[in-house]
């Protein structure tokens, strides 16, 4: 067995750091003495910055996306287009649409997809309030006239996808979701059989 060579202090945040995902052991410990190297200039700032977001961070009761303000800073923006709620499973995916910057909507966080097997039903999600929101009037006196569902092309999400449409039937919105099909700069050669199949499905004249 490897002999310890560093107190248990060190040891623990490596073990801390490899929970986070993305990171293995073997890149915590480096990150780990990365930090420790740089103490004055990483680890000290980080160590404050975590601290900082620690006390602050509240779940928007208007979406469940996750900030340090509440209502959320994309809830608040009054520049954003309130006729269009975008649906996402979870808050790294309303930061990936963003990173996009294709749309200028609001959005509807769920946290998670419906899983049965996992227990997951409806009440464990953040949908009660959907609905309410759409028949809400919006800011400017107007309605909700779309909700785009952006939720994972897995059998998870698409059962979440139709429960959501059932549930938002009646408030006679336009529902619509996100294209499957070939990624940007992807060769045909590369892809899965079910992704080509969804892009022969989904094929747009030109
Ligand atoms: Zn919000």
């Known amino acids: 067995m ?42 000290a700032p980080l ?17 469940g996306n996750l900030d340090v303000r509440s209502p959320c800073l994309v809830c608040a923006d009054p520049t954003r287009d309130p006729t269009l709620i975008v649906v996402v499973a979870d808050v790294s995916d309303l930061w990936a649409l963003e990173r996009a ?32 929101r759409v028949r809400q009037p919006t800011a400017g006196g107007g309605t909700v006239a779309e909700v785009l569902l952006a939720l994972p092309a897995t059998v998870d999400g698409q059962t979440t996808a139709h429960y959501v449409t059932e549930l938002l039937r009646e408030t006679g919105v336009k529902v619509t979701r996100l294209a499957h099909g070939v ?17 022969i499905r989904a094929r747009t004249a030109l």
């Open 47 to 63: 160590a404050g910055a975590m601290q900082e977001v620690l006390g602050k961070i509240e779940t928007c009761p208007v979406c």
């Open 101 to 132: 910057g294709a749309m200028n909507a609001r959005y509807h966080v769920l946290g998670g997809t419906l899983s049965p097997l996992d227990g997951i039903g409806p009440d464990e999600l953040n949908m009660a309030s959907l609905a309410g």
């Open 183 to 199: 990624p940007v700069g992807g060769e045909l050669d590369y892809l899965d059989e079910g992704t080509l199949a969804a892009a």
């Open 2 to 43: 490897a002999r310890a060579v560093a107190g248990p202090e060190i040891e623990r945040l490596v073990q801390l750091l490899a929970r986070v995902p993305g990171l293995g052991p073997r890149s915590a410990r480096r990150a780990a003495l990365q930090l420790i190297k740089k103490r004055d200039s990483l680890m």
